[in-house]
């Protein structure tokens, strides 16, 4: 992919200082030209498919970011209120944090625009919405600093420490609000994946703070291989509205990519110390 691209950032890494490259770089379990395609089921049924995308790296005022592009599509009977959306995000990889992203959305009759500005300086959030009947909105929301979308957070999750016990905090936004997701990693079993076969893996759970109808009603569940990788190859969630599933069915891996390790999200000490009490 842009492979133009990816020769002038390889040239750019072996610009920086000496003092960064003393201190070593650390690989992500993320890259370039990463693909995965997951199954959703509900209630015993396809109800449809999310695709992912980890774009070229891109440099800008001394900052990396790629972009992630997720599309979710409905199938089957549940057509009947159709689902088209595509969302577009920026994640910084140094810093592992969301930048912005844009979501085109086309659900049942509703079509709209969105665009969110993350400002992490400042700690807000700059929304812009777009809908071809009525007048285009315009909110700047609070926000913590270093949050993530729903996209960067895919990504980022992977990228904490995976062994038994341990627990990590990502602070989290969406258009409505934020919360703080926590993580706790389960001890190593293994698991039949359709994508990839017979894998050892972590089950990790998950607790967010979705409202509305994505309200959780207990923690989700989230199958990574245990690997470098860290793909996560089958989630399940108990939602109001019932219970997701989704099977990953298509993996393609991207090219290497690090960052350097001073940056790294340390798992969140607090968390452990809960997990470990109860």
Same mark, same amino acid.
Not at 53 to 68: A, D, I, L, N, Y
Not at 218 to 247: C, N, Q
Not at 270 to 277: C, L, Y
């Given at each position: 992919?842009?492979?133009? $691209?990816? &020769?002038?950032? %390889? &040239?750019?890494?072996?610009?920086?200082?000496?003092? $960064?490259?003393?201190?070593?770089? %650390?690989?992500?379990?993320?890259?370039?030209?990463?693909?995965?395609?997951?199954?959703?089921?509900?209630?015993?049924?396809?109800?449809?498919?999310?695709?992912?995308?980890?774009?070229?790296?891109?440099?800008?005022?001394?900052?990396?970011?790629?972009?992630?592009?997720?599309?979710?599509?409905?199938?089957?009977?549940?057509?009947?209120?159709?689902?088209?959306?595509?969302?577009?995000?920026?994640?910084?990889?140094d810093a592992l944090r969301t930048t912005g992203d844009v979501l085109d959305g086309h659900e049942g009759t509703?079509?709209?625009?969105?665009?969110?500005?993350?400002?992490?300086?400042?700690?807000?959030?700059?929304?812009?919405?777009?809908?071809?009947?009525?007048?285009?909105?315009?909110?700047?929301?609070?926000?913590?600093?270093?949050?993530?979308?729903?996209?960067?957070?895919?990504?980022?999750?992977?990228?904490?420490?995976?062994?038994?016990?341990?627990?990590?905090?990502?602070?989290?936004?969406?258009?409505?609000?934020?919360?703080?997701?926590?993580?706790?990693?389960?001890?190593?079993?293994?698991?039949?994946?359709?994508?990839?076969?017979?894998?050892?893996?972590?089950?990790?759970?998950?607790?967010?703070?979705?409202?509305?109808?994505?309200?959780?009603?207990? &923690?989700?569940?989230?199958?990574?291989?245990?690997?470098?990788?860290?793909?996560?190859?089958?989630?399940?969630?108990?939602?109001?509205?019932?219970?997701?599933?989704?099977?990953?069915?298509?993996?393609?891996?991207?090219?290497?990519?690090?960052?350097? %390790?001073?940056?790294?999200?340390?798992?969140?000490?607090?968390?452990?110390?809960?997990?470990?009490?109860?």
């Amino acid at each position: 992919m842009r492979s133009g $691209a990816r &020769a002038l950032l %390889c &040239a750019a890494l072996w610009l920086l200082p000496a003092l $960064a490259r003393a201190q070593g770089a %650390c690989a992500l379990p993320f890259g370039p030209g990463e693909h995965l395609v997951y199954r959703i089921e509900y209630v015993g049924l396809t109800a449809g498919t999310v695709d992912i995308t980890v774009g070229t790296v891109k440099g800008r005022e001394g900052r990396r970011s790629v972009s992630v592009v997720a599309t979710a599509e409905t199938r089957s009977a549940f057509r009947i209120f159709p689902v088209h959306d595509k969302l577009v995000s920026e994640l910084d990889v140094d810093a592992l944090r969301t930048t912005g992203d844009v979501l085109d959305g086309h659900e049942g009759t509703r079509r709209w625009r969105q665009r969110m500005g993350f400002h992490h300086q400042e700690g807000t959030l700059q929304i812009h919405r777009v809908h071809p009947d009525a007048p285009p909105e315009a909110l700047t929301l609070p926000m913590a600093k270093g949050a993530l979308d729903v996209a960067g957070l895919f990504l980022v999750a992977r990228a904490q420490t995976f062994e038994p016990g341990a627990s990590y905090t990502l602070p989290v936004t969406t258009d409505t609000h934020g919360f703080t997701l926590r993580g706790t990693v389960g001890a190593p079993e293994s698991f039949d994946s359709e994508a990839l076969g017979r894998r050892p893996v972590y089950r990790t759970e998950l607790l967010a703070g979705f409202g509305g109808k994505l309200s959780t009603a207990k &923690a989700m569940e989230v199958l990574y291989t245990r690997d470098p990788r860290h793909v996560p190859v089958w989630a399940r969630a108990g939602f109001a509205l019932g219970s997701i599933t989704a099977v990953l069915v298509s993996y393609q891996p991207g090219a290497e990519l690090s960052r350097a %390790c001073q940056a790294s999200r340390a798992p969140d000490a607090g968390a452990r110390g809960a997990a470990a009490a109860k």
